[in-house]
Nanobody, 115 residues
Framework: QVQLVESGGGLVQPGGSLRLSCAAS????????MGWYRQVPGKERELVAR???????RYTDSVKGRFTISRDNAKNTVYLQMFSLKPEDTAVYYC?????????WGQGTQVTVSS
């Protein structure tokens, strides 16, 4: 079992920045990759960024150059640094941990970009 706790969401003006954190606990040795997804009402959850245990990263096209995913292995924490936020980035952001044959999810944190 893996437990994920997210933090760092909130309200920010367009052009602003936020950093999301996701702390993992439990069977962390089994995690192959971690990522951030987001979801708005009426739409499917989409991958925002992903980082593997070896540090390889992947981003959805709409956030490339604005978001950075990173990990602190000593703290078992993954971060999503978001710059130049746009109203269309408004969503509930979920942390995800991939293990063999399964996925774990955090509870989600709301990010609202609005003036």
């Amino acid at each position: 079992q893996v437990q994920l706790v997210e933090s760092g969401g909130g309200l920010v003006q367009p052009g602003g920045s936020l950093r999301l954190s996701c702390a993992a606990s439990g069977s962390i040795f089994s995690i192959n990759a971690m990522g951030w997804y987001r979801q708005v009402p009426g739409k499917e959850r989409e991958l925002v960024a992903r980082i593997t245990s070896k540090g390889s990263t992947r981003y959805t096209d709409s956030v490339k150059g604005r978001f950075t995913i990173s990990r602190d292995n000593a703290k078992n924490t993954v971060y999503l640094q978001m710059f130049s936020l746009k109203p269309e980035d408004t969503a509930v952001y979920y942390c995800n941990a991939e293990v063999v044959n399964s996925d774990y999810w955090g509870q989600g944190t709301q990010v609202t970009v609005s003036s």
